[in-house]
């Protein structure tokens, strides 16, 4: 058995690494190649198990990751925990194991990463609560995180997807085109090469919103050379000016809506949030999407457009075992 923990996916065969990783794109070598390109402050920790056989387990972490809060709190919150996840994704664990691998197993790989990064604190995010039983039995302690929105597509046509909705939300839908007509909103597919000026000012305004830079320029740039087969930018302008945008990765026929960059001045006054999302629904029923992940915001508006929420936990535990009794009676 060979365990290796390191700081960088290129430290890691490809080929290794995504024989676990399979199909789901946020957890492959080359998505995490883009979020080391372009994510700001992130420090990636990756674990990769081997046996005879070959691979046999692959996490993904960050340490020091951001609450969203100030002061001492947050800072020692950074300083004592590690998050395993798939890097900006709402629906994957960062946990890729081989088949029948057993849970016990998985508890001794989180553990040794935790003490190898010297992090008392280890929470596992996107949880399913069809799994919470089995993180309760590791002695985690479920925290309920804001829930991913999906959209299930299944009408074969945007005509009889229309009909699902509901009359109220239908008559908002026209006069929401109403509106971006009098605007002028436009949507459009945009390329990634040379996307970047145009789109980066938005996904910067939104960052601003919510305090946290989260990536630099070098987004797009990475992403039209690691992931430009699978990644989709669908964008609306108004009155000629860039409005908002959707960036998109594509696994089979599900559609995950990753980042979204916004001028607001622009995009809620003239209804161009609203009527990208609606072309973003009728652009999958064209390309044979069945389901869409959309996010974390906006859950009352997505709604209205026919997604909806379902919830998602942080397990978390503390090492050594002592101080896990003590987690769980603060909890």
């Not at 700001?40 to 920790?45: D, K, L, N, S």
Request: glycine content about 6%.
């Amino acid at each position: 058995m060979r365990l290796k923990v390191v700081d960088s996916i290129n430290d890691f065969d490809a080929e290794r690494w995504d024989a676990l990783a399979g199909t789901e794109p946020t957890m492959t070598h080359r998505w995490h190649r883009v979020m080391e390109a372009s994510r700001v402050a992130y420090q990636p920790r990756y674990l990769l198990a081997e046996d005879r056989e070959g691979p046999l387990g692959a996490i993904v972490a960050e340490k020091s990751p951001s609450f969203g809060g100030s002061g001492w709190r947050e800072l020692l919150l950074r300083r004592l925990t590690l998050i395993v996840s798939a890097p900006y994704s709402s629906r994957h664990s960062g946990i890729a194991m081989r088949p029948g691998v057993s849970s016990e197993y998985v508890g001794r790989l989180l553990q040794h990463l935790a003490w190898h990064e010297r992090r008392p604190l280890l929470g596992v995010a996107n949880v399913d609560s069809a799994d919470l039983a089995g993180w309760k039995q590791r002695h985690f302690h479920p925290r309920r995180q804001p829930p991913r929105m999906v959209l299930e597509l299944g009408s074969p046509s945007y005509e009889q997807y229309l009909e699902r909705l509901s009359t109220r939300a239908q008559h908002e839908l026209r006069r929401t085109r109403r509106r971006a007509a009098e605007a002028d909103v436009v949507v459009r597919q945009i390329p990634l090469d040379g996307c970047a000026a145009e789109l980066y000012p938005l996904l910067a305004e939104v960052a601003h919103r919510h305090g946290s830079v989260v990536f630099s320029p070098e987004l797009f740039p990475a992403l039209a050379r690691e992931l430009n087969d699978r990644a989709m930018v669908l964008a609306a302008s108004a009155k000629g000016k860039s409005a908002v945008f959707f960036l998109c990765l594509r696994e089979g026929t599900s559609l995950l809506a990753i980042v979204a960059g916004l001028q607001y001045a622009l995009a809620y006054p003239s209804s161009a949030y609203f009527v990208l999302l609606d072309e973003l629904v009728r652009w999958s029923l064209e390309h044979g999407i069945k389901r869409i992940y959309a996010g974390l915001s906006n859950e009352v508006q997505k709604q209205r457009h026919g997604f909806s929420p379902h919830a998602r936990w942080l397990c978390v535990r503390a090492y050594p075992h002592p101080l896990n009794g003590l987690l769980a009676r603060v909890s």
